[in-house]
C-alpha cells in the first residue's frame, strides 16, 4: 500500500514535496517538527467514504451520514472542510465541540460522545442544538433528562451499545468486548434496558443505537457480526415497544496503512461488504431501513499527514545478536507522536530533503525526550549517510498525532500546516516559549 498522501512527489533532486510545496521550504517557513496536512488528499478520503457508502447504501434506498472523528485531528479550519464535503462531525468532549462550531460546522450535524461526560458538556451541547448525543451509561441518561426538561428542550439521542464483537489493533483501542469501560452491553441486557430509560424519559428522544467496535480494524467480518448484531437489537426493540428508532449508527475503526508492506480497510470495499451484511438482516425482518451513520477518523486524517523532522545526531550500536543499528535522533518524540511507545505502532520513514546514493541500514528513529522508549520508528532502512540537517520525514502521522501532543519535557508542540497547490496555510500553530511559560505560574 503506499503510504504516503496522494499529492507526495520525488523531485529529480530527490526531495520530497507535498501538496506542491517542497519540504525544505515548509520547513524554512514552519520550523521542525512540522505535522503537515495534504488538504486535497483529506477531503478526497472524506468523499470517499461518503460517495462510497451513499453508493452502497443507496441500492437499498437506505441514506448514510459520514461523521469525521475529530479526535483524530481536529481544528476548525477541518470543520469546515468537512462541512464543505458534505459530512458531519463526531466531538468528545467541550473542547472538541467549540471547536467544531468555530469551523461553522452546523450543531444539528455534531455528535456528542464521551463516557463521562461533564454537565457542562451536555448543557452547552442541548443549548446549541447538537444533531445528537451518544449516551453511554444510565448516570448520563438521568442527567441528561433532567438537564433537558431544566432547560425546555429535548434531547436527541443514542444509545451506546457494547455488542460483544472484540476488534481492533491493540486491546487499548478495541472498544466493544464486555470487559471496559464504554458503552452499555447487549449480552446483559443493559442496552435494551437503557433503550427503554430513553424511551420512558419525557426529556431524551430516542433516535437509536450506536456502536464502536475499535480502531484500525482491517476484518470486514468484524464490522458485519456487529451490524447484525445491532439491527437484531433494534427490531426487537422495535417490535417490543413500537418505538421507531429512525438512526444507527456503526462506528469508525476502518485500518490504514502505515508502512509500505500493510494493508488497508478501503471504503470502495467496505462500504458494499457493509451493506450487503445489513441487507441480509433487514430482508428476512422486512420494515424500513433506518438511516446509517459511520464515524471514520483515522481513515480520513491519518494517510493525509506526514510529519517532518530535523536530524540531530546519529549513533551506530552494536546489537548483542550481531550488526549494528543505526539510531537517528530527531528533533521532536514521543510528545508529537506518542503512539509507537502507546500501541507499539509502526511507520516508516525517509530522508526527504536530499538523494542518498548511499546503502540503506537497518535504523531507529529517536526523539530528544527523557527515556529510551522515545522511540517514532523502531525499524527502518535509512541510509548510512543520514545525517546532522537531514530532513525526515515520517507517513501517515495524520491522525492521533497531534491530537495526542503532549509537552513532555517541556517541549513545544509541533504547528500543523495544510498544503494545497503549492500554498501552505497554518491550521494549529506552534506552541512557543511565552505559552509555556504563561502556563507556569511564577511564585512570589
Ligand atoms: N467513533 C468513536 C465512538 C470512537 O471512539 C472512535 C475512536 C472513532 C469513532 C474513530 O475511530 P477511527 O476511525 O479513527 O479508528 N488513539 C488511538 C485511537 C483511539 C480511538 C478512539 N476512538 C490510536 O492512536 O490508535
Request: glycine share 10%.
Amino acid at each position: 500500500m503506499p503510504v504516503w498522501s496522494s499529492s507526495v512527489t520525488r523531485g529529480d533532486d530527490g526531495v520530497l514535496a507535498v501538496g506542491g510545496m517542497d519540504v525544505r521550504t515548509l520547513a524554512a517557513e514552519h520550523g521542525t517538527p512540522l505535522y503537515v496536512v495534504d488538504e486535497a488528499d483529506f477531503r478526497v478520503r472524506a468523499a470517499a467514504f461518503r460517495d462510497h457508502f451513499t453508493a452502497a447504501f443507496g441500492r437499498h434506498r437506505a441514506k448514510v451520514d459520514v461523521f469525521y472523528a475529530g479526535k483524530a485531528f481536529l481544528a476548525s479550519q477541518v470543520a469546515g472542510w468537512m462541512r464543505e464535503e458534505d459530512l458531519c462531525l463526531d466531538v468528545a468532549s467541550r473542547g472538541e465541540l467549540e471547536i467544531a462550531l468555530r469551523g461553522g460546522m452546523p450543531p444539528e450535524r455534531i455528535g456528542l460522545h464521551g463516557n463521562n461526560k461533564a454537565e457542562d458538556e451536555l448543557r452547552r451541547a442541548l443549548s446549541v442544538g447538537v444533531g445528537r448525543i451518544i449516551v453511554d451509561s444510565f448516570t448520563e441518561i438521568e442527567v441528561l433528562d433532567a438537564l433537558a426538561r431544566e432547560m425546555g428542550v429535548t434531547a436527541p439521542v443514542l444509545v451506546r451499545v457494547t455488542t460483544g464483537v472484540h476488534a481492533g489493533g491493540h486491546e487499548y483501542i478495541a472498544t466493544s468486548h464486555e470487559d471496559q469501560k464504554f458503552g452499555l452491553s447487549l449480552a446483559s441486557g443493559a442496552a435494551y434496558d437503557a433503550m427503554l430509560a430513553c424511551h420512558d424519559a419525557v426529556g431524551l428522544n430516542l433516535l437509536g443505537i450506536h456502536t464502536h467496535i475499535g480502531s484500525q480494524i482491517l476484518s470486514i467480518d468484524a464490522f458485519r457480526e456487529s451490524a447484525d448484531r445491532m439491527l437484531r437489537l433494534r427490531a426487537a426493540f422495535m417490535a417490543d415497544t413500537g418505538a421507531a428508532l429512525p438512526e444507527v449508527d456503526l462506528g469508525g475503526g476502518y485500518a490504514i496503512a502505515y508502512t509500505e508492506d500493510a494493508e488497508a480497510l478501503e471504503p470502495s470495499v467496505a462500504a458494499y461488504e457493509i451493506a450487503d451484511a445489513v441487507a441480509s438482516v433487514m430482508d428476512p425482518i422486512g420494515g424500513e431501513w433506518p438511516r446509517f451513520s459511520i464515524e471514520p477518523g483515522r481513515a480520513i486524517a491519518g494517510p493525509a499527514g506526514l510529519t517532518v523532522y530535523t536530524v540531530g545526531v546519529t549513533k551506530d550500536v552494536k546489537l548483542d545478536e550481531g550488526g549494528s543499528r543505526q539510531y537517528v535522533a530527531v528533533d521532536g518524540g514521543m510528545s508529537d507522536n506518542p503512539r509507537t511507545i502507546m500501541y507499539g505502532a509502526e511507520y516508516h520513514a525517509e530522508v526527504a530533503s536530499r538523494v542518498s546514493d548511499a546503502p540503506l541500514t537497518l535504523s531507529r528513529v529517536v526523539g530528544k525526550h527523557c527515556e529510551s522508549g522515545d522511540i517514532i520508528v523502531r525499524d527502518v532502512q535509512l541510509p548510512e549517510d543520514t545525517r546532522r540537517g537531514d530532513l525526515l520525514a515520517v507517513a501517515a502521522t495524520g491522525a492521533y498525532g497531534r491530537s495526542m501532543a503532549s509537552t513532555y519535557n517541556a517541549a513545544l508542540r509541533p504547528a500543523v500546516v495544510a498544503v494545497r497547490d503549492g500554498a501552505s496555510k497554518v491550521l494549529v500553530r506552534r506552541d512557543t516559549l511565552e505559552d509555556l511559560l504563561s502556563w507556569d505560574v511564577a511564585g512570589d
